[in-house]
């Protein structure tokens, strides 16, 4: 997804969502759509303005464990990473199995997190961390593999130490794939966070959405809905810019 | 096994080019030269060295079909590179960018390697390959991948630069006619096994130019080595 | 070589259950949230059948949902091949879907539809449908512009030209795309019987919430497994159909 457009498209997509606010109030209005199905759009602003502080506060909560998880398991995934391409033995025993258990539906692990780690942030934390990691270390062990044969024959003939020859050639040639990887799991982390929320305790936006559909307070729960969208996008847009800054030539999209 | 019973002699200076058809075994000859493949049997001396000891004293340069240029770096950053990498530091090496002038490409010190062309990338290899000071320069089917017309271009040129550095040079290549405008000697291999089956001195002048290309010497030498490696692959039953 | 690798990863993975059930078995004592292999084992053969019905209708679930989500993720790749223009208003449309997490829909789905097999199926549905309009896309767009030429000159109808050419070229895409959305379907209709009264979703949230460990244990894996073997089963579509499909970029 291209971030940096032409300044009309930004405002024709402005324009696009502002219309299509306007529509969805104009129905809501015009047909008494109840709350308990689509709250209207002003409903949802006034719940937004009145729970600004408990909003906010969740907000915060829910993006510093979804950042810090997302920090430590993209951490260790490019630790592993790199000890795997360093000892092939365990790359061709543990990247299968990396690659399995990347596909298991994390919700199933939320539960168990919670009795094994109990109530609270750290159980939170660990999702991040698990939805992190995966992409991360199979990202990073894609690309630390990538250089081709006679980019090493390079390396092998300019007498580079085997240091140097992670420095300079296969790392940089990860890189591409690390945050093409951050581009998926920063909103995912965002995800997963709430998701144990659910289980493990009883604050942060994901247990807000909740919380207040059971107590029927339906604008403050779109309204947290709202809130919830606007920081996975955030972390998206976070990712991407830090992708453009870091990645200066063209990549061909894995 | 690539290759049986080899026997190769290059003296200093010279331009040395290896024909033959593919299987033949000469890019494996090119790369044991360069400690990047290891010879079962024999003995292969560069400067009086083997070649990990010469690879290890930076005697030799390579130049890859495939440039290799690290698209994270500018041209210079490329040229740099062997400076930056090599182990236990560049002593008596050669100015980058007095390189690039060498081989043409100022003011595209800055540029990235998308945005060049084929030619102006083994241009840089080639800068690449010559900043530690080599003795030697092994060049691996260096136009391979280039048009006709830059090929004879970049042929020109590699004379050119070679022309103005004390380096031994041995060339790949699978092109006769560049083999022969190249080249001091052409040898001459053919496949199965690889082996050496002829060698063709060259006694065209230097410098060679466009010219060169049309006399009747070149053609006559040319045909002389498009019999040689016919006659070698009738000889395969 | 392939195979080895399955057979290593196969061994590693036994030797790890192995050396678990010996550690549970030595201290499991103190450590009662991770039972023993052989514990899990015998929970999950008690509770079997209620197992098996919950699997079953989260199975259905993710199915429906897969073939929906992606049947219309198909769709619409294919209308924004057909159509170009509209690809620009319509991908910004479901790429502002696509954002919205959903654990957010979850909850609102089950509100509008109430407890029962709709908000999971429809959950499924959405977390394919992204992942298959991506790859549906790229895979329309795969195929070669010189064999996409002939057609024209073959003045072959529009038709045709998609049947024959961009829809053969398209499969390892297509493929590789559902290879990501099985699993996903499978998350999703898990998500959506979280809050729920059926399904595994439902079961896993009980059983933690009756502290019923070793059944906890037995389910997740089960849900694990199920995602792992529809990831598998798209991975050997993919390696058959892969093997005879000529490379891309070929005419």
């Known amino acids: 997804?291209?971030?940096?457009?032409?300044?009309?498209?930004?405002?024709?997509?402005?324009?696009?969502?502002?219309?299509?606010?306007?529509?969805?109030?104009?129905?809501?209005?015009?047909?008494?759509?109840?709350?308990?199905?689509?709250?209207?759009?002003?409903?949802?602003?006034?719940?937004?303005?009145?729970?600004?502080?408990?909003?906010?506060?969740?907000?915060?909560?829910?993006?510093?464990?979804?950042?810090?998880?997302?920090?430590?398991?993209?951490?260790?995934?490019?630790?592993?990473?790199?000890?795997?391409?360093?000892?092939?033995?365990?790359?061709?025993?543990?990247?299968?199995?990396?690659?399995?258990?990347?596909?298991?539906?994390?919700?199933?692990i939320a539960p168990l997190l919670t009795i094994i780690l109990g109530f609270g942030p750290i159980t939170i934390i660990v999702m991040a961390v698990l939805i992190s990691f995966f992409p991360a270390l199979v990202g990073a062990a894609s690309g630390l593999r990538a250089p081709s044969a006679e980019a090493l024959d390079l390396m092998h003939v300019l007498d580079a130490p085997e240091r140097v020859r992670y420095a300079r050639l296969r790392i940089p040639a990860a890189l591409p794939f690390v945050f093409a990887a951050f581009k998926v799991t920063a909103p995912a982390a965002v995800l997963a966070a709430m998701v144990a929320e659910w289980t493990a305790a009883n604050s942060g936006l994901g247990y807000l959405i909740i919380d207040a559909g059971e107590q029927y307070r339906f604008p403050l729960m779109w309204a947290g809905i709202v809130a919830a969208t606007a920081l996975a996008v955030a972390a998206f847009i976070a990712a991407s810019i830090a992708e453009r800054r870091v990645i200066s030539w063209p990549v061909e999209s894995a | 096994m690539a290759l049986s019973d080899v026997s190769l002699r290059v003296g200093q200076r010279e331009l040395v080019a290896l024909v033959g058809p593919s299987g033949c075994g000469k890019s494996t000859l090119l790369r044991i030269i360069a400690d990047l493949e290891t010879a079962t049997s024999g003995d292969v001396r560069v400067h009086g060295a083997n070649p990990e000891t010469a690879r290890r004293q930076r005697l030799l340069g390579f130049v890859f079909q495939d440039p290799v240029l690290l698209p994270w770096l500018d041209v210079l950053g490329n040229v740099r590179l062997p400076l930056e990498v090599t182990r236990g530091g560049a002593d008596g090496h050669n100015d980058p960018v007095d390189l690039l002038r060498l081989v043409g490409l100022v003011g595209f010190e800055h540029a990235r390697s998308w945005q060049l062309s084929g030619g102006m990338k083994q241009r840089a290899a080639i800068a690449r390959a010559l900043v530690l000071r080599?003795?030697?320069?092994?060049?691996?089917?260096?136009?391979?991948?280039?048009?006709?017309?830059?090929?004879?271009?970049?042929?020109?040129?590699?004379?050119?630069?070679w022309s103005d550095t004390d380096t031994t040079a041995l060339v790949v290549t699978h092109s006769i006619s560049e083999a022969v405008f190249l080249a001091d000697r052409v040898v001459v291999m053919s496949a199965r096994p690889g082996r050496i089956v002829a060698e063709e001195p060259v006694t065209l002048p230097r410098p060679r130019t466009i010219d060169t290309l049309a006399s009747s010497e070149f053609l006559t030498i040319v045909a002389a080595v498009t019999k040689r490696l016919y006659s070698a692959a009738d000889e395969i039953v | 070589m392939r195979r080895r690798a399955w057979l290593e990863t196969a061994v590693a993975l036994l030797a790890l259950v192995a050396v678990w059930e010996v550690i549970a078995r030595l201290v499991g004592a103190r450590f009662p949230v991770v039972p023993a292999p052989s514990e899990i084992t015998a929970a999950g053969a008690r509770s079997a059948y209620p197992i098996w019905l919950n699997l079953r209708l989260t199975l259905i679930e993710a199915l429906i949902g897969l073939v929906a989500g992606s049947g219309l993720g198909l769709l619409l790749a294919a209308t924004f091949v057909a159509w170009p223009r509209a690809e620009a208003g319509l991908y910004n449309l479901v790429v502002t879907i696509h954002s919205i997490p959903l654990v957010a829909v979850a909850p609102i789905l089950l509100i509008w539809f109430g407890v029962g097999i709709t908000a999971p199926t429809l959950v499924a549905a959405l977390a394919c449908f992204f992942p298959m309009v991506v790859g549906a896309t790229r895979g329309f767009r795969a195929a070669s512009q010189s064999s996409l030429d002939l057609m024209r000159v073959l003045d072959a109808r529009p038709w045709r030209s998609f049947l024959r050419v961009r829809l053969p070229a398209s499969l390892p895409f297509l493929i590789a795309a559902l290879k990501i959305a099985a699993p996903a379907a499978v998350l999703g209709a898990t998500v959506g019987e979280w809050l729920g009264t059926a399904g595994i979703g439902y079961l896993l949230f009980s059983s933690m919430a009756n502290f019923q460990v070793a059944l906890l244990w037995a389910t997740m894996l089960i849900a694990a497994a199920v995602a792992a073997i529809g990831y598998l089963a798209f991975a050997v579509v993919e390696h058959v159909v892969v093997d005879w499909h000529p490379p891309a970029g070929e005419g």
């Open chain 1, 1 to 108: 997804m291209t971030l940096i457009r032409p300044l009309a498209a930004v405002l024709r997509d402005a324009a696009a969502v502002i219309a299509f606010v306007i529509a969805w109030q104009l129905v809501t209005v015009a047909f008494s759509v109840p709350a308990f199905l689509v709250p209207a759009p002003s409903a949802i602003a006034q719940a937004l303005v009145a729970n600004a502080g408990r909003i906010g506060a969740a907000l915060g909560q829910t993006a510093a464990e979804a950042a810090l998880g997302f920090a430590a398991g993209n951490v260790l995934g490019l630790a592993l990473a790199l000890l795997f391409a360093r000892v092939r033995a365990l790359e061709r025993v543990g990247l299968p199995i990396a690659i399995a258990l990347r596909s298991v539906p994390l919700i199933a």
């Open chain 2, 134 to 161: 080599p003795k030697v320069l092994l060049l691996d089917e260096p136009f391979g991948s280039l048009d006709e017309i830059t090929r004879q271009r970049m042929n020109l040129e590699l004379l050119r630069i």
